[in-house]
């Protein structure tokens, strides 16, 4: 009776060893394939909408090299989707004093990189026919903001376009990348064409650096050390409001800002 009883029960861990090692096999594949889930091309898109929308500032890089850079408000937010599924956000930017007045405004389209290039993303940026109706349109109650249909009538002339790539593992950034060679037609303050770069870093902070070029390579206007680093804010203090950074530039430094890209139309 008692051998049976060792028999029984041996068999019994062995059958109890067996259904536990299917199940261990069946979860790990499982989680192995969620794992390995590729991201869609779409996935890519979204990611990149979504890291260039909300209010971003360039206050930090602003306080450590104020002779290169502005204190700048950047701000971006979803407007209105393609019948492809392209997304088209509004952006726009200021100085942090007066965000209620944007020097510039643009609508920018996000959408997969065509199949055929080696890209994840392609970040498109129009002009606005009636810039003034847009000032401030992400601030205002969704209720008095044009229609998404008024939207898609309003884009204007193509500016740009960006090919973003999935960073390297290791780097900081998520999503970088560049005008093609040559860039885009530019005519501001003497230039012939333009050339824009991008990175998307976690956090959701922005890496944006754009530049003009006359016909014998001279860059004609643009910062030259590098690009502007726009980062979420967080909430400003009493004594950061008031701070020099946060105010509009005296008239003296007019002419420096007509080098930058910031006013380039």
């Known amino acids: 009776m008692t051998m049976g009883t060792d028999s029984d029960s041996n068999g019994w861990s062995r059958a109890r060893g067996l259904v536990i090692k299917t199940l261990v096999l069946i979860?790990?594949?499982?989680?192995?394939k969620r794992l390995t889930k590729s991201t869609t091309r779409w996935?890519?898109?979204?990611?990149?909408?979504?890291s260039l929308?909300?209010?971003?500032?360039?206050?930090?890089?602003?306080?450590?090299?104020?002779d290169n850079y502005f204190n700048l408000r950047?701000?971006?937010?979803?407007?209105?989707?393609?019948?492809?599924?392209?997304?088209?956000?509004?952006?726009?930017?200021?100085?942090?004093?007066?965000?209620?007045?944007?020097?510039?405004?643009?609508?920018?389209?996000?959408?997969?990189?065509?199949?055929?290039?080696k890209c994840d993303v392609e970040l498109s940026s129009y002009a606005i026919r009636d810039a003034e109706e847009y000032k401030n349109f992400c601030d205002r109650p969704k209720d008095q903001r044009p229609l998404p249909e008024e939207v898609i009538?309003?884009?204007?002339?193509?500016?740009?376009?960006?090919?973003?790539?999935?960073?390297?593992?290791?780097?900081r950034c998520l999503y970088e990348g560049t005008?093609?060679?040559?860039?885009?037609p530019n005519s501001w303050n003497?230039?012939?064409?333009?050339?824009?770069?991008?990175?998307?870093l976690k956090n959701n902070e922005v890496h944006t650096w754009d530049r003009g070029y006359d016909d014998d390579g001279n860059q004609a206007w643009g910062v030259k050390e590098g690009p502007y680093e726009?980062?979420?804010?967080?909430?400003?203090?009493?004594?950061e409001m008031f701070s020099p950074l946060n105010f509009p530039p005296p008239l003296s430094t007019e002419k420096r800002i007509d080098g930058s890209f910031v006013l380039q139309d």
């Not at 500032?57 to 090299?65: K, M, V």
């Open 27 to 32: 979860g790990g594949a499982f989680l192995l």
């Open 43 to 50: 996935d890519h898109a979204r990611i990149v909408a979504e």
């Open 153 to 171: 009538g309003d884009i204007g002339e193509h500016l740009t376009t960006i090919h973003l790539k999935r960073c390297e593992r290791g780097k």
């Open 74 to 117: 950047m701000l971006t937010c979803p407007a209105a989707e393609i019948v492809d599924s392209s997304r088209v956000l509004y952006f726009e930017q200021a100085f942090w004093r007066t965000p209620q007045k944007p020097f510039r405004q643009r609508f920018y389209m996000v959408k997969p990189c065509p199949k055929e290039m």
């Open 53 to 66: 929308s909300g209010e971003k500032f360039s206050r930090e890089q602003a306080s450590r090299d104020p």
């Open 190 to 200: 003497d230039a012939t064409n333009c050339t824009s770069e991008l990175a998307v």
């Open 230 to 239: 726009f980062k979420p804010a967080p909430s400003s203090s009493f004594n």
């Open 179 to 184: 005008t093609p060679p040559g860039g885009f």
